[in-house]
């Protein structure tokens, strides 16, 4: 049997935690926003259902990588372990 793994430091699941909102928040508001051309100079401006669907996205992204992928981006950059359910 598996040993259990060790809980992180509080700081660095939040400090993750936030990078990944960040991260997610970028990537996916840029993409989302050059399909419909709501990029601006700065960056992008998402209005409407573009808006809506940046953070269901970002729910998506925090809810599949945390239950099913062992973790996000940054959780696997800092070296957090997320132990999965039992099947």
């Known amino acids: 049997m598996a040993e259990p793994a060790q809980r992180a430091p509080m700081w660095k699941r939040v400090i993750a935690s936030i990078?990944?909102?960040?991260?997610?928040?970028?990537?996916?508001?840029?993409?989302?926003?050059?399909?419909?051309?709501?990029?601006?100079?700065?960056?992008?401006?998402?209005?409407?259902?573009?808006?809506?669907?940046?953070?269901?996205?970002?729910?998506?992204?925090?809810?599949?990588?945390?239950?099913?992928l062992g973790g996000t981006l940054w959780d696997r950059i800092f070296g957090i372990a997320r132990p999965q359910p039992a099947a």
Do not use: K
């Not at 419909?36 to 960056?43: D, M």
């Not at 669907?53 to 239950?67: D, K, M, P, S």
């Open 19 to 68: 990078l990944d909102f960040f991260t997610a928040f970028f990537a996916f508001g840029r993409a989302l926003g050059y399909a419909p051309g709501q990029t601006t100079s700065g960056g992008f401006n998402l209005n409407g259902w573009p808006a809506l669907l940046l953070f269901a996205l970002i729910i998506v992204y925090f809810f599949v990588g945390r239950r099913y």
